[in-house]
């Protein structure tokens, strides 16, 4: 039984509202106690007594700074709980850090993790990819107490109320299925266009997110004034979101960052080959599946083409918002090492950029054509089609993810309730903050 914030009329499964449990702008107001009485309640009036386990999704992400207290009230009565993490606040999101710092925590990073990261052998986690799960083994947590549990794979779209014919110019074309927001490095996006004048390449929808919007446009404009007539954006505003992923030739991602990275998987299930930015950190646990991804992960130019003065100072000054947002202190190396992780054999990753400099760099290429020749020029390989889809179909559908549930929940059941310690949550904050991590395009620019 699910108990969640709000109604789901397409939800199949049984459900029970508790208001409580709402985002934090949106959910009532009552304390931590109060709640934690109305979830027991409503779990013993569906199972006639109290659960044998709570599974709770992101209550770390500080959306609703009641659940991390619920569930720290719950690790001390010695109740098995399974904590699913899908994202982290600690990995660019310093407003939901610093609210659930300052409401609950008293502005202590070792309190706030008696919260989010509680210890005792009844209290598990589970995690998307390795690379968390290497984490939270770093933060302290027990090998066995750490489970890797991948997002189900399932491409099942419904058919919208708009256009399904495409136009002549979506004869042959790119897709990009995303909202355009930063991380998702429209820059790069465009850059594969003047790559590829022979392409269209098109995105589905802008962000939603009134702060991000501005930015967006700012990519639009500069697509219009360079003339850049084989790039189109928010292609599904007007057009059917399955006619669009039907006919596109490939599907496209130059994302800089991902919780589980579904873009790697998901294409496969439609026919459709894949092409541009690889995340090593992500894809390692597909590419152990035997995935096979022809991409690229650094998309490297000339350093000279900027002005390193201004690109140091402004890498400084954005690095130290970004620390300092967590209220943690640079190390005297830090920027030195940011900067080694940028700079390889005189050559600069355009992905690190904002796109203020990702700008520039087009506006260069603009001006300068035959220079464009530096780059690799991306192409889909079909030949994986088959092969991958066998791996995603096998390995990622619902019935592995629901065979490694079930063995997570009966090895949670079965574990021994201890007293309640907690993770170093500094040590967890400084993996997400390591220098090489470090991306303009993750760091809030408000």
């Known amino acids: 039984m699910v108990l969640t914030g709000e109604s789901s009329p397409d939800f199949k499964y049984p459900y029970r509202v508790i208001p409580g449990l709402q985002y934090e702008q949106k959910r009532p107001n ?11 309640q409503a779990a013993k009036d569906y199972f006639g007594s109290s659960p044998d386990l709570w599974h709770f999704h992101n209550h770390s992400l500080g959306k609703n700074t009641l659940i991390p207290q619920v569930i720290l009230k719950l ?6 709980l399974l904590l699913h993490i899908h994202d982290f606040a600690e990995d660019g999101r310093p407003a939901n850090y610093q609210l659930m710092l300052n409401t609950f925590a008293q502005g202590k990073p070792e309190r706030l993790a008696q919260y989010l990261y509680p ?45 399904r014919v495409l136009p002549q110019e979506l004869s042959s074309f790119w897709l990009y299925p995303t909202r355009a927001i930063r991380r998702k490095n429209i820059g790069e996006f465009i850059l594969l266009a003047m790559l590829c004048p022979d392409i269209v390449l098109a995105t589905t929808r802008g962000p939603e ?30 057009y059917d979101f399955v006619a669009l992923l039907e006919k596109a030739k490939a599907i496209v991602s130059t994302s800089i960052s991902e919780g589980f990275g579904l873009v790697f998987l998901e294409p496969w299930l439609k026919s459709k080959p894949l092409v541009g930015r690889d995340l090593p950190e992500i894809t390692k646990d597909f590419k152990e599946k035997g995935l096979r991804l022809d991409l690229y992960h650094r998309f490297s130019f000339p350093l000279d083409w900027l002005d390193q003065q201004y690109l140091r100072a402004k890498m400084t000054q954005v690095r130290q918002k970004q620390v300092q947002a967590y209220q943690i202190s640079p190390s005297p190396s830090d920027f030195e090492e940011v900067w080694q992780s940028f700079v ?15 700008q520039m760099v087009l506006d260069f290429l603009i001006k300068n054509p035959a220079q464009k020749t530096i780059f690799p020029q991306p192409r889909p390989e079909p030949k994986w089609i088959e092969h991958n889809q066998k791996i995603v179909q096998t390995e990622f559908g619902l019935s592995k993810y629901k065979t490694n549930l079930l063995t997570t929940y009966n090895q949670i059941i079965h574990s021994k309730c201890t ?25 809030d620019c408000r």
Request: hydrophobic share 45%; proline share 4%; charged share 30%.
């Open 419 to 443: 007293d309640v310690d907690s993770l170093d949550a500094v040590v967890l904050l400084k993996e997400f903050l390591a220098p090489h991590r470090f991306n303009f395009l993750k760091v």
């Open 209 to 238: 997110n009134p702060f991000f919007r501005p930015i967006f446009e700012r990519w639009k404009n500069f697509v219009q004034t360079r003339n850049l007539n084989n790039v189109l954006f928010e292609l599904a505003l007007k």
């Open 344 to 358: 390889c054999d005189q050559q600069i990753d355009f992905g690190r950029l904002d796109e203020e400099l990702q």
């Open 30 to 40: 009552l304390d931590a106690n109060q709640l934690l009485i109305e979830l027991k």
């Open 75 to 80: 690790a001390r009565e010695k109740v098995p």
């Open 119 to 163: 210890k005792a052998e009844h209290v598990h986690y589970a995690v998307l990819t390795s690379r968390d799960k290497s984490f939270l083994h770093k933060a302290g947590a027990n090998s066995n107490q750490v489970h890797l549990l991948a997002n189900p794979v399932e491409v099942d779209f419904t058919l919208e109320k708009r256009e």
